[in-house]
Structures are given as C-alpha cells and as structure tokens.
C-alpha cells in the first residue's frame, strides 16, 4: 500500500516512522511519503488560506496550492506504479470512520490524505479531483479538532493493523470489538495478567479454574455489561437473535428487555421498569 499525505506540518505526521506504521513501512508493506503543501506556494510569505467568500470567521485554504501539489503527488505516484487513488479527507462533516470503513481502505492500493487546518479547504478542490479518483470525506469522531492531522494518524494505525502479517497474528482481528462477528458487536471485558495478587487485588476465580465454559460466560457477560454501560446504543442495535438465555438473563438483569411488539420486533430496549444500574 502507498500512503501520501499532503500538509503544512509534515513534523505533525513523525509518528508514522514509529511502532506498527513504521514495522509496516520497514517490512516493506507500506510506502508512506508525506509533503509540505508549502512547497506549492509561490509567494514571500507561503500563502495557504484566505478569507471566506460570503464573509464570517477563520480562513479558507486556497485551491491553488492544494491543485498542484495533488496533481504532483498523484503523477509522481502513478510513475512509479501505483494505482487508483483514494483521496481520503478529515473533516468533521465527513462520514463515520468505523473499522468497517477501515477494512474497506485496508484493501485499497493508494491512500492520499489532506489534513486542512482553518476552517477546511475550498470546495471546488474536492469536487475537481471527485471527478478523477475516489474522494471520501471522513470524521474520526463527534468534537472538533483544529485541524485534520491527528485524524490521518488514527486512521493510518487502524489501516495499517489491518495488512497482513501486521499484527503477527491475523487471529487476532477477528476478535476487535467493533469487527463484525466479534461478540456480535459488544466492547470487550477486562483482561489481567500476571502477577495474580496485586495491591491486595486477586484476579476473578473463574478466570483461575480452568473451566473454559464458565470462562467464556464470564466474559460474555462482562461484555454485555460494559456495552449496556458505556454504549447502550450497541445493545440495542444487535440483532436479539445474538442471544442466548443466558445473555437474555444478564440483559434482564442490567435492565434491558425484549420489546414485545415494537419495530424491529425483539430488539432489546432500556425497560422503563429498570433501577438505575
Ligand atoms: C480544519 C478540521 C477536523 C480537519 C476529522 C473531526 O474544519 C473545521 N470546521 C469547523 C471547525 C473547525 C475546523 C477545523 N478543521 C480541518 C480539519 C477539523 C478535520 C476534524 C475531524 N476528521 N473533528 N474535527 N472528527
């Protein structure tokens, strides 16, 4: 996979040489090439933004720069033999990065992201190259950072886990907690290791027994209780089919129950009966 990513603070993108990103580069799965938009401008002062049109705060960053140091990067990479692009843009009016979106960018030959700061780049650059490559539009999250570089960084490391050989252990992905299939999309209990006794703190018996039934149980419903608690919106997306008797009863028992009769049917619902857990 190649990765371009064009910004006014390249040192902002170091971590890329480090940890899994800089082992998938080393290994040779990645290629990452990251560039000053600066280098586009042909002004004293390296102009990048200018004021909105229709007035308002902030500045907008100019289609000058980021036209040529696109066309640029994406000749240099088609050269050297890569192949459909994927323009990749942070910004928090973008679609969900999910680990779904993340898969689907795992699978794809060329990333090319654009960081913007101020308040994002004109329009007109990203409809132009929408009319040549794959443009998405992407937030990492609900709350607004001041610019996209942080954004490029998550999604690099959830992307980059992803290649094969990465992790050392494709095993391992199948387990994530918002992989499909996973625990039917629940969050993953605790975990603890060694040593078994810390700070008077002992580690729960059944992890201790050897009981690889009762074991699995355990974390089931550890799982549905750490959902039911930080992200109630999972329980009720999963589809009740998910569930066992068991997991029905732990459900009961946080204060979920089956809707009866609501749309769509048997999905697990907040009992309006419950006590606060
Ligand atoms: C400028 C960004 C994010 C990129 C992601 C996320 O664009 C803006 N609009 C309003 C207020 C502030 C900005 C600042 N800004 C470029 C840029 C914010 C990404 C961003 C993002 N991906 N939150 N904020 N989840």
Redesign the pocket.
């Known amino acids: 996979m190649r990765l371009d990513v064009v910004t006014i603070f390249p040192e902002y993108l170091e971590p890329l040489n480090v940890s899994l990103v800089g082992k998938a580069r080393a290994r040779g799965q990645l290629g990452v090439h990251v560039h000053d938009l600066r280098e586009w401008t042909y002004d004293r002062h390296n102009t990048v933004d200018d004021t909105p049109y229709g007035g308002g705060p902030g500045m907008v960053m100019k289609t000058g720069p980021w036209g040529d140091a696109l066309d640029t990067v994406l000749a240099d990479g088609y050269e050297s033999g890569a192949h459909a692009p994927t323009l990749v843009v942070?910004?928090?009016s973008?679609r969900p990065f999910t680990q779904e979106l993340a898969v689907e960018l795992s699978e794809r030959p060329w990333l090319i992201f654009t960081?913007?700061?101020?308040?994002?780049i004109d329009r007109r650059v990203m409809d132009e190259y929408a009319t040549r490559v794959d443009v998405l539009e992407?937030?990492?999250?609900d709350?607004?950072?001041?610019?996209?570089e942080a954004?490029v960084l998550v999604i690099t490391e959830a992307v980059a886990r992803l290649l094969p050989g990465v992790l050392g252990n494709a095993e391992s992905h199948r387990d994530d907690s918002f992989a499909p299939g996973a625990m039917a999309g629940l969050l993953e209990g605790p975990v603890y290791t060694k040593p078994p006794e810390w700070r008077g703190r002992d580690i729960p018996d059944v992890l201790l027994s050897g009981h690889h039934g009762r074991i699995a149980r355990w974390r089931r419903d550890e799982a549905l209780k750490r959902t039911a608690a930080h992200r109630p919106d999972l329980i009720e997306r999963c589809d009740p089919r998910a569930f066992d008797k068991k997991d029905r009863e732990t459900l009961f028992i946080l204060g979920w129950a089956p809707d009866p009769a609501g749309e769509p049917y048997g999905r697990f619902w907040r009992r309006p009966d419950a006590v606060e857990q």
Do not use: M, Q
């Open positions: 942070p910004t928090p973008g960081p913007a700061r101020y308040e994002g992407v937030s990492i999250g709350y607004v950072l001041a610019g996209g954004a």
